[in-house]
């Protein structure tokens, strides 16, 4: 079991790896190169299910950012989307 927030991380980078084909790498690698995207994957590991609305608040982002790199994510597999009403919440994939 993880011991602090940073290890949450390298585990669950370690899980999204296991199984992967070698050419199925290079663009999970590069959806992990930006800051960005792993504060918000960090964000909901440590934190749990957030709004795009939350998320904007916690990483002190505007909205059209946060949206599109959740976006991004969603597509590779690295986070899910739930929809609550009016709201999407998001979550790190299983």
């Known amino acids: 079991m993880p011991k602090n927030d ?3 991380l390298v585990a669950f980078v370690k899980r999204m790896l296991k199984g992967r084909k070698l050419a199925a790498l290079p663009p999970l690698f590069q959806m992990l190169s930006d800051l960005t995207r792993l504060r918000i994957l960090h ?3 440590t934190k749990g299910n ?3 609305g ?3 608040e916690k990483l002190d982002l505007a909205q059209p950012t946060v949206s599109h790199h959740l976006g991004l994510l969603r597509r590779h ?6 929809r609550a009403g009016r709201k999407v919440i998001y979550s790190v994939a299983k």
């Open 50 to 52: 957030q709004s795009v």
């Open 6 to 8: 940073n290890e949450k």
């Open 43 to 45: 964000t909901l590991l």
């Open 54 to 56: 939350e998320l904007c």
């Open 77 to 82: 597999g690295l986070v899910v989307d739930v």
